[in-house]
């Protein structure tokens, strides 16, 4: 038998999990580089889920590039984009306003500023 397969009696190669050929009529069977993504049995090309082509090596489309899992719901990804952006928002708008009020607070009272100067002067 050659490695990477099992031979059963009916002379049928049946590939071991983390092996991969190319269909049945091969013999040579590749060691996958991605441990786990090849199934093996007897089916040739045998993926994981969200693994596929060549040696199980690509990710399929829809996963993600380094472990090849699910990618996450995008509106759910979308609204913590929107609440993140609206507080940051109201952070920046919150200041300004107070600067606003403040700044208005002073020039309500120009006698105070007036004082101010003075008193700051004399000193």
């Not at 580089?33 to 489309?61: F, I, K, M, N, R």
Request: hydrophobic share 40%.
């Amino acid at each position: 038998c050659v490695a990477g397969a099992m031979c059963y009696k009916s002379a049928q190669l049946v590939t071991l999990p983390d092996y991969w050929r190319l269909d049945s009529t091969t013999t040579v069977f590749f060691e996958c580089s991605v441990l786990g993504a090849c199934l093996g049995g007897y089916e040739t090309g045998t993926c994981a889920p969200g693994h596929t082509g060549p040696l199980c090596a690509s990710c399929a489309s829809g996963h993600y590039p380094t472990e090849c899992k699910l990618c996450g719901n995008k509106i759910v990804a979308a609204l913590w984009q929107i609440i993140i952006l609206g507080t940051y928002f109201m952070l920046i708008l919150g200041t300004t306003q107070g600067a606003l009020l403040q700044n208005a607070d002073t020039q309500k009272n120009p006698l105070s500023l007036s004082v101010k100067m003075v008193l700051t002067y004399l000193q």
